[in-house]
T-cell receptor, first 111, second 113 residues
Framework: GQQLNQSPQSMFIQEGEDVSMNCTSS?????WLWYKQDPGEGPVLLIA?????ELTSNGRLTAQFGITRKDSFLNISASIPSDVGIYFC???????????FGTGTRLKVLA | EAQVTQNPRYLITVTGKKLTVTCSQN?????MSWYRQDPGLGLRQIYY???????DKGDVPEGYKVSRKEKRNFPLILESPSPNQTSLYFC????????????FGSGTRLTVV
């Protein structure tokens, strides 16, 4: 089945640093979502994007729906230890209920 | 509280012994799905259901069965588990349009020895 290319696969950063990650697809999507998975838990929705070029923030998190509709970006500013986890992107194409998930970016924050 | 509830959270079993992982949601969602998560492979869909009595295969359905007899419940059945089914499993649900994404359960970590 199709999966999205998500990069980087993992990141080790110092507390206070900014983080950027992205997700690319060979298909056009109408909706992009970003999830975070804490250790031992299920993924939780962070940000939803519905329009090409859209930029949406949720606290220190900012995500963008790429203009080509084939990519999306997530930035985390001033990282803190509780940002640790796996971040997944997910895309939904036109006329479908199904979401395709990225392979995840594992983030570790060093205090 | 709106949620997806999976049981059990942890399960160790032996090869060939049938097991069922339960999933229940209290949001009146039409769509439910099962995923498995393996290192480096992300979330892969096993089966999904658009509504009661409507189920279909996802990307990795081999060795699994599901049923949807009630809207709120979507159990995952492993008739004859094998070690390659050792994984972290997630149940998810959404409204039929899926526009707000899925709500996930807390996961079931299954080990087959």
């Amino acid at each position: 089945g199709q999966q999205l290319n998500q990069s980087p696969q993992s990141m080790f950063i110092q507390e206070g640093e900014d983080v950027s990650m992205n997700c690319t697809s060979s298909s056009i999507f109408n909706t992009w979502l970003w999830y975070k998975q804490d250790p031992g838990e299920g993924p939780v929705l962070l940000i939803a994007l519905y329009k090409a070029g859209e930029l949406t923030s949720n606290g220190r998190l900012t995500a963008q729906f790429g203009i080509t509709r084939k990519d999306s970006f997530l930035n985390i500013s001033a990282s803190i230890p509780s940002d640790v986890g796996i971040y997944f992107c997910a895309g939904q194409g036109a006329g479908t209920y199904k979401y395709i998930f990225g392979t995840g970016t594992r983030l570790k924050v060093l205090a | 509280e709106a949620q997806v509830t999976q049981n059990p959270r942890y399960l160790i079993t032996v090869t060939g012994k049938k097991l069922t992982v339960t999933c229940s949601q209290n949001m009146n969602h039409e769509y439910m799905s099962w995923y498995r998560q393996d290192p480096g492979l992300g979330l892969r869909q096993i089966y999904y259901s658009m509504n009661v009595e409507v189920t279909d295969k996802g990307d990795v359905p081999e060795g699994y069965k599901v049923s949807r007899k009630e809207k709120r419940n979507f159990p995952l059945i492993l008739e004859s588990p094998s070690p390659n089914q050792t994984s972290l499993y997630f149940c998810a649900s959404s409204l039929s349009t899926g526009g707000r994404g899925y709500t996930f359960g807390s996961g079931t970590r299954l080990t087959v020895v």
